[in-house]
């Protein structure tokens, strides 16, 4: 199992603000990274560092991290970002490791 | 701009090997950390191996240490895996993905397509 635990799935009304969290230890220690993942595509990266956002990657997209928690939050959700979400750090061995994904639902 | 594509999926039987190619397009292969991250069918994103930008350093996942070996050719541009012992349960897509992180940390800036690796009898 995942050193880096997600909910499983969140759902947002269309134009609403949805937060998605992950938790581990190794986040006191390390910063985490986003991906969104539509089906059958590879993953994409919306946030690293916690809380930079790369270039293309639109301005709805925030992240944020203190303790042992990091979020990813967009607000005023679109269709087109209903899709599954993994974060990402360093597990207590130091080796890369991904929660285990959110799926969300734009409703 | 940017590219990786993978390649070298197959259907394989327990026990056997396989290798998968990386080929990078778009920028300095040298300048960069890479890892495969693998996903099985349904099944979340699981890192498999990390290879610094020189080679000097290789990490791997438990689950695939002493039979995977990640290595890479700067002057050709292209990153491999090598499987051996394969396992039903390494069946998945495999992705190459790009490192840009200069600190402790770790994130995937870019992400080839993915190719597809069967073990099955």
């Known amino acids: 199992s995942s050193e880096l635990t997600q909910d499983p799935a969140v759902s947002v009304a269309l134009g609403q603000t949805v937060r998605i969290t992950c938790q581990g230890d190794s986040l006191r220690n390390y910063y985490a990274s986003w991906y969104q993942q539509e089906p059958g595509q590879a993953p994409v990266l919306v946030i690293y560092?916690?809380?930079r956002r790369p270039s293309g990657i639109p301005d709805r997209f925030s992240g944020s991290g203190s303790g042992t928690t990091a979020s990813l939050t967009i607000t005023g959700a679109q269709a087109e970002d209903e899709a599954d979400y993994y974060c990402n750090s360093r597990d207590s061995s130091g080796n890369p490791s991904f929660g285990g994904g959110t799926k969300l639902t734009v409703l | 701009q940017v590219q990786l594509v993978e390649s070298g999926g197959a259907v394989v039987q327990p026990g056997r090997s396989l290798r998968l190619s990386c080929a990078a397009s778009?920028?300095?292969?040298?300048?960069?950390?890479f890892h495969w991250v693998r996903q099985a069918p349904g099944k979340g994103l699981q890192w498999v191996a990390l290879i610094s930008y020189d080679a000097s350093d290789k990490y791997y996942a438990d689950d695939v240490k002493g039979r995977f070996t990640i290595s890479r050719d700067n002057f050709q541009n292209t990153l491999f895996l090598q499987m051996d012992s394969l396992r039903p349960e390494d069946t998945a897509v495999y992705y190459c993905?790009?490192?840009?992180?200069?600190?402790?940390?770790?994130?995937?800036?870019?992400w080839g397509q993915g190719t597809l690796v069967s073990v099955s009898s």
């Open positions: 778009g920028f300095t292969l040298s300048n960069f950390a």
């Open positions: 560092a916690n809380n």
């Open positions: 993905a790009r490192d840009p992180s200069i600190t402790g940390d770790v994130y995937f800036d870019f």
